[in-house]
Nanobody, 124 residues
Framework: QWRVVESGGDLVQPGGSLRLACTVS????????IGWFRQAPGKEREGVSC????????LYADSVKGRFAISRDNDKSTAYLQMNTLISEDTAVYYC?????????????????WGQGTQVTVSS
């Protein structure tokens, strides 16, 4: 039985940092690309970042470029999203998703397995 579990969401002040983790089980993690998506209240889900199976290719949404960093540890079957210089517009539920395709990019429909999400709130 596959599982995708996000963790690390929290309430943080503007300018602060958080690191989200995505732990995957039940599927061969090293063969799957990882994507992070987010959905704010009243808004559509948007792609944030993704990383290839080998970790040598990454992609970021313009809104987070230079502030967020995605990484993965295949030995731990875990991916991470380091979020720095957080702003109120980053407030959302963050979802981790996995795909067998290294060409999925930030297209949500290309992802096969999804977690339940973790809440990130940026507020003073």
């Amino acid at each position: 039985q596959w599982r995708v579990v996000e963790s690390g969401g929290d309430l943080v002040q503007p300018g602060g940092s958080l690191r989200l983790a995505c732990t995957v089980s039940g599927i061969p993690f090293k063969f799957y690309a990882i994507g992070w998506f987010r959905q704010a209240p009243g808004k559509e889900r948007e792609g944030v970042s993704c990383i290839s199976t080998a970790g040598d290719s990454t992609l970021y949404a313009d809104s987070v470029k230079g502030r967020f960093a995605i990484s993965r540890d295949n030995d731990k079957s875990t991916a991470y999203l380091q979020m720095n210089t957080l702003i109120s517009e980053d407030t959302a539920v963050y979802y981790c998703a996995v795909t067998y395709s290294d060409d999925a990019g930030l297209t949500a429909s290309m992802y096969d397995y999804w977690g339940q999400g973790t809440q990130v709130t940026v507020s003073s």
